[in-house]
Structures are given as structure tokens and as C-alpha cells.
């Protein structure tokens, strides 16, 4: 049950944010009455913490488990449509509610960081400058991720595949 609220919570939040989503919102979607709720997360503020968490986990490990640059940008693309915990992390992270704007952006930064470092250490071999690849690469991702919260998918995809092909030309040349 606990899961249930979660993944139904996290599709809401994602949708509509924090704001625009009430726990009788989750609770109906559950299938369950809205003091149920209650017996595994003590309030709304509580849940959205649970599954930022949640979220942000998933994501380091992602980034942690790949050796696939390009595979990671365009797997975001497929995670935005199919997967209401990614859609909620990158939702929250462009727009978190006041009471975990620090906290949220703090750990955004962290992913951001967790990326980069993740580049660096997969062109550490190539004659370019992994430092900026790395700075780069968060900016293309960065680029996506506007377009999938603002635009459209064909955007993304476009976006991508024309950020992706210049990253390959400059940072990818001498990579064994």
C-alpha cells in the first residue's frame, strides 16, 4: 500500500505539483480513503520528501551505473513519458514548493555534479578538456529537460540529437 501511494502520489505531484495536488487527490487515485494516508506518511509534506528522495536516489544511480553518455540523455527522453517518479524528480526540481526549494536545488546541484563527474571519469583518457565536457554535458541535459517541461518531445529529441552530434565533434574525438 505504501508503494501504491507513492507511485500514485508521484504521478499527481508530476501533473499537477505540489500545490495542485491534494491528498484526497492520492487517496482516490489509490483506491483507499484519505485517512489511510495517514497510516504510512504523517502528512503531505512528508510524502513529497519521501518521494523527492525516492526520485533523486534513482537518478544517482542511474548516472552511477552508466557508461553510456548518449544512452543516458536519450533515455530521459523515454523516462519523461513512461516513468511518473523521473517526471516527478525533474517537475520538482524546476519547480519545487517554497518549504523544499533549498533542500530540492541543493540535491539538483549534487545530480548536476554527479554528471559531470561521471563525464570527466569517462574522458579521462582523451586529449580533451573533461572539465569543460563535463559542464557541457549538463548543459545539453539541462537543454532537454527545459524542452520536455516546456515544449514538446520532438523539441527534446531535436535538441539533443544536434547538442549530442556537436558534443561527439568536440569532446569525443580522442576517446579510446
Given at each position: 500500500m505504501k508503494e501504491s501511494i507513492k507511485q500514485a502520489a508521484a504521478s499527481l505531484f508530476a501533473e499537477y505539483g505540489y500545490a495542485g495536488t491534494s491528498l484526497a487527490q492520492i487517496s482516490e487515485n489509490v483506491g483507499i480513503k484519505k485517512p489511510s494516508i495517514y497510516a504510512h506518511y504523517k502528512s503531505k509534506d512528508y510524502l513529497f520528501k519521501c518521494i523527492f528522495q525516492d526520485a533523486f536516489n534513482a537518478e544517482m544511480k542511474r548516472v552511477g551505473e552508466t557508461n553510456d553518455l548518449y544512452g543516458l540523455l536519450q533515455s530521459c527522453l523515454f523516462l519523461y513519458d513512461k516513468d511518473p517518479l523521473f517526471r516527478f524528480f525533474l517537475t520538482s526540481s524546476f519547480f519545487p514548493p517554497d518549504f523544499l526549494r533549498e533542500h530540492i536545488l541543493k540535491q539538483y546541484n549534487s545530480y548536476l555534479g554527479?554528471?559531470?563527474?561521471?563525464?570527466?571519469a569517462?574522458?579521462?583518457?582523451?586529449s580533451v578538456n573533461s572539465d569543460d565536457a563535463?559542464?557541457?554535458?549538463t548543459i545539453i541535459l539541462d537543454s532537454v529537460f527545459v524542452e520536455l517541461c516546456y515544449g514538446t518531445r520532438e523539441r527534446s529529441e531535436k535538441r539533443l540529437n544536434v547538442a549530442w552530434r556537436i558534443f561527439?565533434?568536440?569532446f569525443m574525438k580522442g576517446r579510446e
Amino acid at each position: 500500500m505504501k508503494e501504491s501511494i507513492k507511485q500514485a502520489a508521484a504521478s499527481l505531484f508530476a501533473e499537477y505539483g505540489y500545490a495542485g495536488t491534494s491528498l484526497a487527490q492520492i487517496s482516490e487515485n489509490v483506491g483507499i480513503k484519505k485517512p489511510s494516508i495517514y497510516a504510512h506518511y504523517k502528512s503531505k509534506d512528508y510524502l513529497f520528501k519521501c518521494i523527492f528522495q525516492d526520485a533523486f536516489n534513482a537518478e544517482m544511480k542511474r548516472v552511477g551505473e552508466t557508461n553510456d553518455l548518449y544512452g543516458l540523455l536519450q533515455s530521459c527522453l523515454f523516462l519523461y513519458d513512461k516513468d511518473p517518479l523521473f517526471r516527478f524528480f525533474l517537475t520538482s526540481s524546476f519547480f519545487p514548493p517554497d518549504f523544499l526549494r533549498e533542500h530540492i536545488l541543493k540535491q539538483y546541484n549534487s545530480y548536476l555534479g554527479a554528471l559531470e563527474a561521471k563525464v570527466k571519469a569517462l574522458l579521462n583518457r582523451s586529449s580533451v578538456n573533461s572539465d569543460d565536457a563535463g559542464v557541457m554535458y549538463t548543459i545539453i541535459l539541462d537543454s532537454v529537460f527545459v524542452e520536455l517541461c516546456y515544449g514538446t518531445r520532438e523539441r527534446s529529441e531535436k535538441r539533443l540529437n544536434v547538442a549530442w552530434r556537436i558534443f561527439e565533434q568536440s569532446f569525443m574525438k580522442g576517446r579510446e
